[in-house]
């Protein structure tokens, strides 16, 4: 297959084809009903100007995605992601805790200059709303029982009957902001979940849109539009109390593995296998993290860690390397710090 189809190259180098996946009709079964409508051409320059500004302040998320190595025997991760974009689907990779399914999304934000990741680490009792939005009633109560204790305050925007000052969008709901370049949203260990959450998201990935009841009741006042708060900051506007993607998402799901998942919403995914890190992504890594002359000097470590990650069936992560590397350059006794930092997660996980 040839190259030229592919928009993420995975080369941590930055660049502007997600310009050319713009000028790509999504398939037919992929668009969305309001996806014409989006900020004012302006306006959605100036919001991208904002969110490469605070992407830019993020120097650990920056590192991330430029150090994020792809092996070049695993091109199916490159191609996973590729065929994600151009069906406007999200991505759940798999594989062993420390092969990099959470920097891929980083790398894609990086190489793809698509601003800040908006991250959602899943646990047990996450639930969707909780992604969505906050809605703060309890500070609304106080500052409304404060306005009637003072007779003489002015209606203003900024009183309690302005309830867009009470919301706030999680990563969730800012991703799904209609803009016409995609956001890259990350649901990190999605597999932690409550067993309904996958389901709860089948709506959201299939329509790219929700609702806020909030603002709906006030639309329907008269009330069209509220400005509220998104996960980055920013003040965004809210017309109807309805959010409607244009450009869907770049959403990358991330699974240890550890439940299965429903069949309808497996079948809304592109699904890879994250690879084990051989010893040439190995060593990019560690030139990426530590520089090109620890790979010298910590050949034999680098080789050893291979060797171990073999025989545990892969159970080792990447970071156990770095960080006996690290704690090496500061002059700690190798054998001590091996047999601290080279242990099995499985076994670890059995507390043995």
């Given at each position: 297959m040839s190259q030229d189809w592919r928009i993420f190259e995975g080369t941590a180098t930055p660049h502007d084809?997600?310009?050319?996946?713009?000028?790509?009709?999504?398939?037919?079964?992929?668009?969305?009903?309001?996806?014409?409508?989006s900020?004012?051409?302006?306006?959605?320059?100036?919001?991208?100007?904002?969110?490469?500004?605070?992407?830019?302040?993020?120097?650990?998320?920056?590192?991330?995605?430029?150090s994020f190595r792809v092996q070049q025997a695993q091109t199916n991760v490159i191609d996973a992601?590729?065929?994600?974009?151009?069906?406007?689907?999200?991505?759940?990779?798999?594989?062993?805790?420390?092969?990099?399914?959470?920097?891929?999304?980083?790398?894609?934000?990086?190489?793809?200059?698509?601003?800040?990741?908006?991250?959602?680490?899943?646990?047990?009792r996450s639930n969707l709303q909780q992604g969505l939005y906050q809605y703060d009633a309890i500070a609304r109560l106080q500052d409304a029982q404060l306005s009637h204790m003072d007779s003489s305050e002015p209606l203003t925007e900024r009183n309690y009957r302005n309830i867009g000052q009470y919301i706030r969008l999680g990563p969730v709901g800012t991703a799904f902001l209609p803009s016409r370049r995609p956001r890259v949203l990350l649901i990190d260990e999605v597999d932690k979940s409550d067993i309904n959450l996958p389901n709860d998201l089948l709506n959201l990935l299939e329509e790219g849109r929700y609702e806020i009841p909030e603002?709906?009741?006030?639309?329907?006042?008269?009330?069209?539009?509220?400005l509220v708060e998104s996960e980055d900051g920013l003040d965004v506007?809210?017309?109807?109390?309805?959010?409607?993607?244009?450009?869907?998402?770049?959403?990358?799901?991330?699974?240890?593995?550890?439940?299965e998942f429903p069949s309808a919403f497996l079948r809304r995914c592109v699904r890879v296998q994250m690879p084990t890190p051989e010893k040439e992504a190995l060593v990019s890594i560690v030139k990426a993290h530590l520089g090109a002359e620890s790979i010298q000097q910590f050949e034999s470590v680098i080789e050893e860690f291979q060797d171990r990650n073999e025989q545990e069936e892969g159970n080792l992560a990447t970071d156990q390397l770095l960080n006996t590397l690290y704690l090496l350059t500061q002059n700690a006794d190798e054998n001590a710090i091996k047999d601290l930092l080279f242990s099995s997660l499985t076994r670890l996980g059995e507390g043995q």
């Open positions: 084809g997600i310009n050319r996946l713009l000028k790509i009709e999504a398939p037919s079964w992929r668009r969305f009903a309001n996806s014409t409508a900020l004012a051409a302006n306006n959605d320059l100036e919001y991208w100007r904002e969110l490469l500004k605070i992407a830019r302040t993020r120097s650990r998320d920056l590192q991330r995605g430029q992601v590729n065929a994600a974009l151009y069906l406007r689907r999200p991505l759940l990779i798999t594989g062993k805790p420390g092969s990099g399914k959470t920097s891929l999304a980083y790398a894609i934000a990086y190489e793809l200059k698509l601003g800040p990741v908006l991250t959602w680490s899943v646990t047990a603002l709906r009741r006030l639309a329907k006042r008269g009330e069209k539009k509220q506007e809210i017309e109807d109390g309805q959010v409607q993607c244009q450009a869907f998402p770049v959403v990358v799901m991330t699974s240890n593995g550890e439940r």
